[in-house]
Nanobody, 121 residues
Framework: QVQLVESGGGLVQPGGSLSLSCAASGHIFSINSMGWYRQAPGKQRELVAGITSGGSTNYADSVKGRFTISRDNAKNTVLLQMNSLKPEDTAVYYC???????????????WGQGTQVTVSS
């Protein structure tokens, strides 16, 4: 099995910054893409940012220029640096990873438990 553990959420004022971290552990053979999603109350879960094993990134239009995703392949971690935060960024943020394990070689997606980000004055 694979576990994704997120950290770094919290309360921040508009214009502030937060950094989210996600660490993958378990019987991991390889990790393909990693990413961050978010879900606000009453809304569907949406992709915020993604990054491939080769380092290619993609972002939701709403966060381009403000958020930066990065990963450390040696540590199986993915980071999301969030700057110039807005109230509309308030949501539960979920880490996602597409992983192949020694037990289950076929790639499949795994989710973290989520971390709350609240942007409010």
């Amino acid at each position: 099995q694979v576990q994704l553990v997120e950290s770094g959420g919290g309360l921040v004022q508009p214009g502030g910054s937060l950094s989210l971290s996600c660490a993958a552990s378990g019987h991991i053979f390889s990790i393909n893409s990693m990413g961050w999603y978010r879900q606000a109350p009453g809304k569907q879960r949406e992709l915020v940012a993604g990054i491939t094993s080769g380092g290619s990134t993609n972002y939701a239009d709403s966060v381009k220029g403000r958020f930066t995703i990065s990963r450390d392949n040696a540590k199986n971690t993915v980071l999301l640096q969030m700057n110039s935060l807005k109230p509309e960024d308030t949501a539960v943020y979920y880490c996602n990873a597409v992983v192949s394990t020694f037990i289950q070689p076929m790639m499949r997606g795994y989710w973290g438990q989520g971390t709350q980000v609240t942007v409010s004055s």
